[in-house]
């Protein structure tokens, strides 16, 4: 795994993390579909096999982004409407969603500002992007840098938290301003591995040309 590679759909198809647990999926969907506005039209960008997705399926028009082959076609066998893509290149007209949740996406994608930029474009004028994933500072994300060093090597092709001063940097290049921020804790079984577990929590809006300060 390197860091500077792009990894291809074929590079994802081996990693199933929801087939193996498919509470996982849930439990991040859970822990942020409060936030979802209701009776819109929403996008679960990496939606994996669909599992969380499908917690929205009653109160909103889901359609579910997944970059790895394997995962979209279970979600599709559980019910779930997938597409197919990369998140950086979504394949969706401009403003065509009322919300859009990215959890725990962003770090395993390389350049994730063109993602930001893209979910930026597609969410309609005052939608809602909630954005979850891990920042650089975290204990548990310094102890996989240190066994990084010593040639531990994780499932996922690629796996680069960004420090917290950059992630809010590239929210706001994107043309998003963070309407809220926190800190939220792993939903993990392990109790080792919740108490260590963190990821952080963005509540996104397309940026007003009055907050960008452009005064135009």
């Known amino acids: 795994m390197k860091p500077q590679s792009d990894p291809t759909p074929l590079d994802w198809a081996g990693v199933r993390w929801e087939a193996l647990d498919p509470r996982h999926g849930r439990r991040r969907m859970e822990a942020v579909r409060g936030y979802v506005p209701p009776h819109g039209r929403h996008l679960d960008v990496g939606t994996g096999n669909g599992d969380g997705t499908i917690l929205l399926a009653d109160t909103n028009r889901c359609i579910g982004l997944e970059y790895g082959p394997t995962s979209a076609a279970i979600a ?26 990215c959890l ?38 310094r102890i996989l840098v240190a066994l990084r060093a010593f040639g531990f090597r994780q499932k996922q092709p690629y796996d680069r938290p960004l420090p917290l001063a ?26 080792l591995v919740r108490a ?5 929590l963005f509540l996104c809006r397309p940026a007003t040309r009055a907050s960008r300060g452009d005064g135009r």
Request: proline share 6%.
């Open 166 to 191: 950059g992630l809010r940097r590239l929210i706001g290049g994107a043309g998003l301003r963070v309407e809220a921020e926190a800190a939220v804790r792993c939903w993990d079984d392990m109790p």
């Open 76 to 101: 599709r066998r559980q019910g779930c409407v997938v597409t197919r893509g990369d998140a950086r290149r979504l394949p969706f007209a401009a403003a065509s969603f009322d919300s859009i949740t």
């Open 104 to 141: 725990d996406v962003l770090e395993h994608l390389p350049r994730p500002e063109e993602a930001l930029a893209e979910m930026a474009r597609v969410l309609r004028p005052g939608a809602l992007l909630i954005l979850l994933t891990p920042n650089r500072e975290l204990f548990k994300e």
């Open 196 to 200: 260590v577990s963190w990821s952080r």
